[in-house]
Each structure stands twice: as C-alpha cells, then as structure tokens.
C-alpha cells in the first residue's frame, strides 16, 4: 500500500442491477485466530458453487514471497531483483495452468518494471472484470502484508478458477502491478494504455491491498456502491459489518481505474491507522493499535499476518468472481497429465527435494532416462522428502497418481517395517511402503485421488529411515493423470 496520499492494492468490479441475497451468520473470532469461514448458508446457486480458498496454500504462496525476498538483499521493490522473481513466481504458476501471460514494460515507472497481466479463456472479450494487487513492497523488507497478501489472495484464486474450468459468463482478467510503493505507477501506465473501447469493456475493477493485517479490521472500497455488493454480501453473511476503507482512498491501484470512470471496490485490512475501541469490540484484535504494526518496516514477514482475516478475503473474492463472471454449467474436463519432469530427466524443476535426492548416481538405477528420485539408502537415521505442488482439473471421470518404485534393503527381519516411505497428496497419507516391500527391480503402483478434483495441491513423497541396515526407495516415471 502506498504511503500518504497514495496506496497499492487489489481489485474486483461488480454490475449495475444486481442482486444478492444472503443470510447473516455471526462469526466471532479474532483477526489473529485460524479459523475455517463457514459459508453463507442461504445463497444463489453461483454462491454455493463458489469454492472454499485454501488458506494452507495462499499461506504457501506468501512463504515463497518472503524467501524471494530473503534472497534478494530483503525486499522486493519494484525494478529490484526480488520484484522481478516475485513476478517470475506468479507468472509460472499461471502459465502452467492455462492462462494467456502477458508482461507490460511500465517505462514511465520510477523503478521501470513490468506488470503482469492473465486472462483465463472463456466469456465475452466485451465484459471483462478485473482483479488486481500490487506486487512490489518498498525496499525496507520483504512487504509480505504490503502487498504479498493481496498477489498471493488472487494467485490461489487464479488457480482455483482454472482447476475447477466453469462456464464463463464474463471474461475475467487478472493483473499484478510494479511501482505501486513510488505513486500507483504501475496501473497508472495500464490504464492510460487502454483506449477507450478497451477500457469500456472493462465492467468493473476490484483491488486487494493488504487482506492479511495482523490486527486487521474488514474494509471496502465503496463499501455502499453496487460493485462492492457481491464482496460485502460475503462479509456480511460472516457477521462481520464492514466499513468504509477511509484510510485507503486514493492511496492503491484502484484509484486511476476509478478516474478513468471505471467501477472500483476492493478488500483491505488496513496499514498504520490505529484501530478503535468499538473496531475491537466487533472485530477482535487491540484497540488502539495499528492495523498493521509492521507498515513498511522489515518486520512485515510472514509473521505479520492473521490467517483469519486472510482466509476471509481470499473466500471473499472467491464468493464475488463467481457471482460476476461463472455460469451455472458443468466444469469440461481438461484431462492430461499434470506433473511436471516426472521422469526426472529435466533438473529438479518444479521437485523441491532434499539434497542429493534427484540424482544420476550409479548405486541405484533408473527405470528409464539417466535419473530417478532416490531417498534414503543411508543406514542411519535420515529423513528425505521430494514434493511438488499439482493443480488437479475438475469435471473428469478418473484421476489416477501413478509412479514406479524399487526397494532394496539391507534389513533382514520378515515382520517389522523400520523404514517408511509415505505418499501423500496435501494433509492426507494415500500410501505408506516399508524395507517389507523390497523387490528385485521396479513396481508400478497407482493411486486414486479423485477427492482432489479441482484442487492445487501437494503431492509429496517422504522416506525415514532407522539407525541401522540401509533402505533405498527410488522412484521413477511419476504420473498423475486426469481423464
């Protein structure tokens, strides 16, 4: 969020004439307590097919953002290294699933940089809603609140819309923005790049800035406009009672959107104004403190944010893109194999895997190419892990994680599992093999996740080995396939 007269943030526009109706369901919780946001119990149909947003992975990508940050002198201002691999970060996973990426040179930029802008397919080129953050934070930390929290909250809804493919009745347009920090520059050059047919197709535009304030209170842009309906009917069917982002007027990106007489609103938490008592009498949190103690300070990691408030904006906007732009069809399934380099012949991308795990070494051999993922095989106490995040496509009849696995061991007992390889997609254990499963060569084992349709996930394979008497567990060829 940009200081003094201007700010950075996210956004999302709603139609003139419509309707919502939702009842109220009273949470009371504070904005620091992780909590699961229940739904609105009485809604349209567009808001009970409206996904739940994993907090888990919006969560996981603000993690990404701070070790960006951490490797990259601390920060991630615009035109600085840590910006250009934050961007870098979101245009990948958008890429990988399904999105047209494009990269806009801001020239007029202080620190000349690129914004980032994603159209999923589907839905009329004349009716477009816009969702936006800034993606830069200012140079004195790694800006994981200000404004990780508003890219990461639009990247797993991203995410999410492609997973689950519905009817499209608008197109929808997302956008990350540079130079926010030095005066909104980033939006500022987009907008006046769009003529004046362009900027009529765009029927509203909704920004998030700062979603994840660690004493955060429930603002909106225009909280009494019709565009901010569908973000307000979801906070108030939570019993929230959003205010008006008085702190925030002028100061993000929504504001050369709403200059140019395009309908603004918007989701933020707030930045260094100081909550009141009857805030904190509503909302939790401390009265009399900021909103967010670590505006623009280094402190601003991801310590510095409430998963309850974040989780209630990502679902938010979630609730909002469905109202606007998805019909009431059924998902097509997009099919196709959905794990990258699973033969391991590419380097280790998009594997996170414990050193030395993807590997062309001559002690185990693969089942086809010059590599394979082999954990353990130490003979001393050792665990490994290789994961990878997988978005699986909604709408199919059949999802199937399939991989080849050989075990030798040194172990000599018949009846007792001392060492473990787990296989597990997200939170939940599919499949666990032991030094009890050692074979000759390799086995082809499959599995059925089929209760992951829809959803970005982590598959992740981990070995543990005992004190004593090596197990090796090598895989090779992994699949997960959607049909």
Same mark, same amino acid.
């Given at each position: 969020?940009?200081?003094?007269? &201007?700010?950075?943030?996210?956004?999302?526009?709603? !139609?003139?004439?419509?309707?919502?109706?939702?009842?109220?369901?009273?949470?009371?919780?504070?904005?620091?307590?992780?909590?699961?946001?229940?739904?609105?119990?009485?809604?349209?149909?567009?808001?009970?097919?409206?996904?739940?947003?994993?907090?888990? =992975?919006?969560?996981?990508?603000?993690?990404?953002?701070?070790?960006?940050?951490?490797? =990259?002198? #601390?920060?991630?201002?615009?035109?600085?290294?840590?910006?250009?691999?934050?961007?870098?970060?979101?245009?990948?996973?958008?890429?990988?699933?399904?999105?047209?990426?494009?990269?806009?040179?801001?020239?007029?930029?202080?620190?000349?940089?690129?914004?980032?802008?994603?159209?999923?397919?589907?839905?009329?080129?004349?009716?477009?809603?816009?969702?936006?953050?800034?993606?830069?934070?200012?140079?004195?930390?790694?800006?994981?609140?200000?404004?990780?929290?508003?890219?990461?909250?639009?990247?797993?809804?991203?995410?999410?819309?492609?997973? @689950?493919?519905?009817?499209?009745?608008?197109? /929808?347009?997302?956008?990350?923005?540079?130079?926010?920090?030095?005066? &909104?520059?980033?939006?500022?050059?987009?907008?006046?790049?769009?003529?004046?047919?362009?900027?009529?197709?765009?029927? #509203?535009?909704? =920004?998030?800035?700062?979603?994840?304030?660690?004493?955060?209170?429930?603002?909106?842009?225009?909280?009494?406009?019709?565009?901010?309906?569908?973000?307000?009917?979801?906070?108030?069917?939570?019993?929230?009672?959003?205010?008006? =982002?008085?702190?925030?007027?002028?100061?993000?990106?929504?504001?050369? !959107?709403?200059?140019?007489?395009?309908?603004?609103?918007?989701?933020?938490?707030?930045?260094?104004?100081?909550?009141?008592?009857?805030?904190?009498?509503?909302?939790?949190?401390?009265?009399? +403190?900021?909103?967010?103690?670590?505006?623009?300070?280094?402190?601003?990691?991801?310590?510095?944010?409430?998963?309850?408030?974040?989780?209630?904006?990502?679902?938010?906007?979630?609730?909002?893109?469905? @109202?606007?732009?998805?019909?009431?069809?059924?998902?097509?399934?997009?099919?196709?194999?959905?794990?990258?380099?699973?033969?391991?012949?590419? #380097? +280790?991308?998009?594997?996170?895997?414990?050193?030395? /795990?993807?590997?062309?070494?001559?002690?185990?051999?693969?089942?086809?190419?010059?590599?394979?993922?082999?954990?353990?095989?130490?003979?001393?106490?050792?665990?490994?892990?290789?994961?990878? +995040?997988?978005?699986?496509?909604?709408?199919?009849?059949?999802?199937?994680? +399939?991989?080849?696995?050989?075990?030798?061991?040194?172990?000599?007992?018949?009846?007792?599992?001392?060492?473990?390889?787990?296989?597990?997609? #997200?939170?939940?254990? &599919?499949?666990?093999?032991?030094?009890?499963?050692?074979?000759?060569?390799?086995?082809?084992?499959? &599995?059925?996740?089929?209760?992951?349709?829809?959803?970005?996930?982590?598959?992740? !394979?981990?070995?543990?080995?005992?004190?004593?008497?090596?197990?090796?567990?090598?895989?090779?060829?992994?699949?997960?396939?959607?049909?």
């Amino acid at each position: 969020m940009r200081g003094r007269t &201007l700010s950075a943030g996210v956004a999302l526009a709603v !139609f003139a004439g419509m309707t919502v109706t939702l009842a109220a369901q009273p949470v009371t919780a504070s904005p620091t307590t992780t909590a699961t946001v229940a739904r609105p119990i009485a809604a349209s149909a567009a808001a009970l097919a409206a996904p739940d947003i994993s907090v888990t =992975n919006v969560q996981a990508h603000l993690a990404q953002f701070n070790s960006i940050a951490s490797s =990259n002198g #601390g920060n991630r201002r615009a035109g600085s290294a840590g910006y250009t691999a934050s961007l870098n970060y979101v245009k990948t996973r958008l890429q990988s699933a399904g999105y047209t990426v494009t990269e806009q040179y801001c020239s007029t930029c202080t620190y000349p940089s690129n914004n980032l802008i994603a159209e999923w397919p589907g839905g009329p080129t004349d009716q477009v809603v816009m969702f936006g953050a800034h993606l830069d934070g200012v140079s004195a930390g790694p800006g994981i609140n200000d404004n990780a929290s508003g890219s990461a909250t639009l990247l797993e809804n991203a995410l999410v819309l492609a997973a @689950q493919n519905p009817t499209m009745t608008k197109k /929808v347009r997302f956008a990350w923005w540079t130079d926010e920090e030095q005066g &909104l520059n980033g939006s500022r050059f987009y907008v006046n790049s769009l003529t004046a047919t362009q900027r009529g197709y765009v029927k #509203g535009y909704y =920004n998030f800035d700062m979603v994840g304030s660690i004493n955060g209170g429930y603002f909106i842009n225009r909280v009494t406009s019709t565009t901010a309906a569908p973000l307000k009917a979801y906070w108030d069917s939570l019993g929230l009672s959003p205010e008006e =982002n008085v702190e925030g007027q002028g100061r993000s990106d929504d504001y050369y !959107f709403q200059q140019a007489g395009i309908p603004t609103s918007g989701y933020a938490a707030g930045a260094s104004a100081r909550k009141t008592s009857s805030q904190a009498a509503k909302w939790g949190g401390t009265a009399n +403190s900021a909103y967010d103690p670590c505006y623009h300070r280094a402190c601003d990691t991801t310590a510095n944010v409430s998963a309850t408030v974040l989780n209630r904006a990502a679902d938010g906007v979630a609730y909002a893109l469905w @109202q606007l732009a998805v019909g009431g069809g059924t998902p097509s399934c997009a099919g196709g194999q959905v794990v990258g380099n699973g033969g391991f012949e590419n #380097g +280790s991308t998009p594997w996170t895997a414990s050193s030395g /795990v993807i590997t062309n070494a001559s002690g185990q051999p693969p089942r086809t190419g010059s590599y394979k993922a082999w954990l353990n095989g130490y003979g001393s106490i050792r665990t490994e892990n290789l994961a990878q +995040s997988v978005t699986l496509p909604a709408g199919c009849s059949s999802y199937t994680l +399939s991989f080849w696995l050989h075990i030798d061991t040194a172990e000599t007992t018949g009846s007792t599992a001392y060492d473990r390889l787990t296989v597990q997609v #997200g939170s939940t254990t &599919l499949a666990t093999y032991s030094n009890l499963n050692a074979a000759a060569g390799y086995v082809q084992r499959s &599995l059925n996740v089929a209760g992951f349709a829809g959803q970005t996930v982590t598959l992740r !394979f981990t070995g543990s080995e005992d004190s004593s008497l090596q197990t090796s567990f090598v895989l090779d060829d992994v699949t997960l396939l959607a049909s």
